[in-house]
């Protein structure tokens, strides 16, 4: 199955294709904004790279989210455009998810939420035990205890130091590295792409009206 993905919900925007599980190209440039003006130029090198016409791919695997608001709606309406064009599935995977297949084993993914939160999820050997949600910090750390313990634990985010203890290895990658998201939009069903939303914009409007 050739499967291109991208990622654009976190501080990168990250382009790959890949034929199974080998990576036929990959692109990644670390930015905070931007996105949209990069993406589609980032796809076309990487396309180009590969040696591929986008009419041979089978599938398109984006990042959903959580994240920043404006860069996931870049990456879901660039996968919905390009999958629909193509007439292939555009299937979702959660930035958490993304994240946390950095890592073997028991991974807590957590991104800064900013207001002294963070969006949380934990998983063992890539398999979730909790939903994705936001959280106070405070009570993120006691949840990650709990799954804890005394097992060794990887954090893995921009919120993951938010959350360490002393004995804890910790990543933080700009964004989520679209290779994995590829891979894991390849075993997934192919449902339709939809952002996942868990908490409301920061940004509003004259007279306070959220967008």
């Known amino acids: 199955m050739l499967v291109f993905a991208l990622d654009t919900c976190l501080n990168a925007c990250s382009v790959a294709v890949l034929d ?10 670390a930015m905070t904004r931007g996105h949209q003006e990069r993406l589609a130029p980032i796809a ?17 695997g984006a990042t959903v989210g959580p994240g920043s608001f404006t860069g996931l709606r870049v990456g879901v309406a660039f996968a919905k455009g390009l999958g629909s064009a193509l007439s292939i599935p555009a299937v979702g995977v959660g930035t958490l998810e993304a994240l946390a297949a950095e890592a073997g084993g028991l991974v807590a993914a957590a991104i800064d939420a900013r207001r002294e939160q963070v969006y949380l999820q934990v998983f063992a050997d890539g398999h979730a035990l909790m ?81």
Not at 46 to 60: N, Y
Not at 150 to 178: K, M, N, Q, Y
């Open 20 to 29: 199974g599980e080998r990576v036929l190209a990959h692109a990644c440039e």
């Open 44 to 60: 076309q090198a990487v396309m180009a790279q590969a040696g591929l016409a986008f009419e041979r791919l089978d599938r398109i």
């Open 131 to 211: 939903a994705p949600g936001v959280l106070p910090v405070e009570a993120a750390h006691a949840r990650v205890a709990e799954f804890a313990m005394d097992r060794p634990l990887t954090l893995v985010g921009s919120g993951a130091a938010l959350l360490a203890r002393a004995a804890d290895t910790i990543l933080a990658p700009e964004g989520c590295d679209a290779r994995r998201v590829a891979r894991l939009a390849a075993a997934k069903a192919a449902t339709p792409i939809r952002p996942l939303y868990l908490r409301a914009p920061d940004a509003r409007l004259p007279g306070g009206i959220a967008p």
